[in-house]
C-alpha cells in the first residue's frame, strides 16, 4: 500500500469511529511549502459540522488516535484552525522508486473507467485545405485527451467527422474550377468566400476531367484534400479509428428522420416559410431556423443527426473538441437532442474548446503559409521545429486560453525550451546507465537499500514521481492536459537538480544501487508522462 492510501485509510478509520457521517471523503493534498511535511489534511474541519465540535479539537483528537507506526508516519502536526500535516520516515518516501520500476509502462494507469465506451472527436476539419495551426492545436488536445482516458481505463474511438457538404465545398469546387479554366487559358474569377491558395492549383493540374463536370470535380476536390489532410495528420502522429462522413448523413436519410422526428415532439414550429426548433426552451438566447425558407438545412441540423448517431452506436459518452467558434454549437446540438427525447442526457456531448493559435518569430507574427495562402499550417510547424516541440506547445497551456508559438523558441535546445528540458532530464537519467555500461561499472540494482535515499533532493523527486499516477487521474478527470505538462516540466526540474547536486556512479556500492533505482524511476515515470502526450522520450540529446 502507498503511503498515502495508508494515512487515508488510518483517518477513515478514526472518522468512523468519531462518527463520521457514510461516505466522508477523506482528502490529501501535498503542501504548498516542503517545510510543513508530507501530505495535509482538512477532514478536521469537514467533520467539525457534522460532529459539532472545533475542528482543532478533532484534529487532536485524531492526531492522539493515529497509528503512526502502521502508516508510515515520522510526525503528526496540527496547524491553524485544524489542518493535520504529516511527516513520512525517509525509507517510506524511499520505498516508492521501487515500486515504479515494478509497475513500468503501467505506472500511472488506472481502471476507473471500467472499460465503458467513449466517443472523442476532434479535427474534424473541413476538406477545403491543408491543417492550420488551429487545427493543429485541436489534433494535440483530442489526442492526448483519449490517450489520457486509455490510461485511466476507458474504451476510446479516435473518430473525425468530414464536413463534405454545403457552401464551403461549393466554393471549394467552383475555386478549382476557376484555376482549372485559368491553366487553360480562360477567362475566370474564385467566388468571394473561395480559396486562393496554392494546393488549389495543384488540385486542379491533378484533375483530368471536364471543367463542366461539377459533381466529379468537387469529388476530385474533396478526395485530394482529405489525402493532403491524412498526410497532415500522419505526420503529427494522429491516427484515427473512424472517420465519418457528413455527406453520409443525408445519402442515408438520417438527417430527414432527425427533422421528422424534432417535428414530431412539438418543439418546432413555420415561420416566414423557414422551420423552427424551440431552442429557447433548453437555454438558447433565441430559436433557431432548422430549414430554410429554400428548403436546405442549417448547419446544427445535420450535427444533431451525427451525435444522434453516436449514441445509437453505443457511446454513452462521447466528447467533442472543437474551436471556440463552436460555442453557440454547443448549445444548439444538446438543444436539439434533448428535444428528440430519446434518453440522451443533458450534457451530452461534452465540449472541450480551444483558443486560437498565434505564430511568431524573431518578435513578429508570421501570418502566410507559401500552399495555404493565408494561414500558417500545422506541417509548417512540423518542419520547423518538429513533431515533439509542436505537440508540447500546443498542450502546455489550458485549452481555452490564446495560445502565442514562438517558433525561436521552440527551436532552441536550451532550458527555456520546456520540451526539450523535459527530454533532456530523461536522456540525463538513460545516460547514467549507458556511461555505466562503457566503464564496466555494474548497474544492477537488485537488492537495494532505498533506505539511503534520504537527501531532501532525492526525497523531494520520489515524492513528485509517486504523484503521476495521481496527475494521470486528474488530468483525465478535468479532460485537461496541460496538468500532465505541468508536471513533467516540474518533475524535469527536480530531476536536473539531483542529477546536478548527487552524483550516481563512482559512489560506494550501496548508495549507488539506490541511486541507480532512482535514476531508472525517474525515467519511467518522464517517459510514461511524455509517451500520454504523444511525445518521445529520446535516449540521447
Known sequence: MKPADA??????????????????????????????????????????????????????????????????????????????NFRLRPEVIASVAGEIIAAGDGYGRNDSGRGEKVNVEFVSANPTGPLHVG???????????????????????????????????????????????????QAAQIPEGGYHGEYIREIAASYSGEADDVESLRSHAVTELRREQDLDLAAFGVEFDTYYLESSLYDSGKVDKTVEALTRSGKTYEHEGALWLRTTDYGDDKDRVMRKSDGTYTYFVPDVAYHVTKWERGFKRAIDVQGADHHSTATRVRAGLQALAIGIPEGYPEYVLHQLVTVT?????????????????????????????VRFFFLMRKGDSPLIFD????????????????????????????????????????????????????????????????????????????RLASYLLE???????????????????????????????????????????????????
Open 7 to 84: 494515512i487515508r485509510a488510518e483517518l477513515g478509520r478514526i472518522a468512523r469511529e468519531l462518527g463520521a457521517p457514510e461516505g466522508t471523503d477523506v482528502i490529501l493534498e501535498r503542501p504548498r511549502d516542503v517545510a510543513h511535511g508530507d501530505w495535509a489534511t482538512n477532514v478536521a474541519m469537514i467533520l467539525a459540522r457534522p460532529l459539532r465540535q472545533k475542528p482543532r479539537d478533532i484534529a487532536e483528537r485524531i492526531r492522539a488516535q493515529f497509528r503512526a507506526e502502521d502508516a508510515g508516519v515520522a510526525a503528526i502536526e496540527v496547524a491553524g484552525p485544524g489542518f493535520l
Open 135 to 185: 487545427h493543429g492545436r485541436q489534433a494535440a488536445l483530442g489526442d492526448a485527451i483519449a490517450t489520457l482516458l486509455e490510461h485511466t481505463g476507458w474504451d476510446v474511438s479516435r473518430e473525425y467527422y468530414y464536413n463534405d457538404a454545403g457552401a464551403q465545398i461549393e466554393n471549394l469546387a467552383a475555386s478549382v474550377r476557376a484555376r482549372l479554366l485559368e491553366s487553360k487559358g
Open 361 to 389: 518569430r524573431g518578435g513578429e507574427e508570421v501570418k502566410i503559409s507559401k500552399r495555404a495562402g493565408s494561414y500558417v499550417t500545422v506541417r509548417d510547424l512540423i518542419d520547423e521545429v518538429g513533431r515533439d516541440a
Open 407 to 482: 517558433v525561436d523558441l521552440a527551436r532552441s535546445q536550451s532550458e527555456e525550451n520546456p520540451v526539450y528540458y523535459i527530454q533532456m532530464a530523461h536522456a540525463r537519467m538513460c545516460g547514467i546507465f549507458r556511461v555505466g555500461a562503457e566503464q564496466g561499472i555494474s548497474t544492477d540494482v537488485s537488492g537495494a537499500d532505498l533506505s539511503l535515499l534520504a537527501e531532501p533532493e532525492e526525497q523531494q523527486l520520489i515524492k513528485a514521481l509517486e504523484d503521476y499516477p495521481a496527475e494521470v487521474a486528474a488530468s483525465a478527470a478535468a479532460l485537461e492536459p496541460q
Open 491 to 541: 518533475t524535469a526540474r527536480l530531476a536536473h537538480l539531483w542529477y546536478h547536486k548527487h552524483h550516481v556512479l563512482g559512489q560506494e556500492p550501496p548508495l549507488m544501487r539506490a541511486r541507480l533505482v532512482l535514476a531508472r524511476a525517474a525515467r519511467v515515470v518522464i517517459a510514461n508522462g511524455l509517451s500520454a502526450l504523444g511525445i518521445t522520450a529520446p535516449e540521447r540529446m
